[in-house]
């Protein structure tokens, strides 16, 4: 039932700007940590950026100064801003989220199923 759903990929110039959100549904009991990874071709998956229940964040430092992650506790979404795009930034973007299902006594990580964003002129 729990799902996760991401949005906002797309073609985007060097120097430009996308925002990606993913919102959680289904039977939720609870959400701790949320991220975002990414995987380019021909390179093994990676961490952008994750966020705490709390509000604490990371980042990758090829992002850092140029990426934001927030989140919506109320909406169940997670969100990335991302500033000052470059080519080395095309990659599938994946959301995941530390969730407990209502049924469940426990947390699980689940993902979503990618969105594609390519930087190029």
């Known amino acids: 039932q729990v799902q996760l759903v991401e949005s906002g990929g797309g073609l985007v110039q060097p120097g430009g700007s996308l925002r990606l959100s993913c919102a959680a549904s289904?039977?939720?009991?609870?959400?701790?940590?949320m991220g975002w990874y990414r995987q380019a071709p021909g390179e093994q998956r990676e961490l952008v950026a994750g966020?705490?229940?709390?509000?604490?964040?990371n980042y990758a430092d090829s992002v850092k100064g140029r990426f934001t992650i927030d989140r919506d506790n109320a909406k169940n979404t997670v969100y990335l801003q991302m500033n000052s795009l470059e080519p080395g930034d095309t990659a599938v973007y994946y959301c995941?989220?530390?969730?407990?299902?209502?049924?469940?006594?426990?947390?699980?990580?689940?993902w979503g199923q990618g969105t594609q964003v390519t930087v190029s002129s």
């Open positions: 289904g039977s939720i009991f609870s959400i701790n940590a």
């Open positions: 995941t989220a530390q969730i407990r299902p209502g049924s469940s006594w426990k947390y699980s990580i689940y």
């Open positions: 966020i705490t229940s709390g509000g604490e964040t």
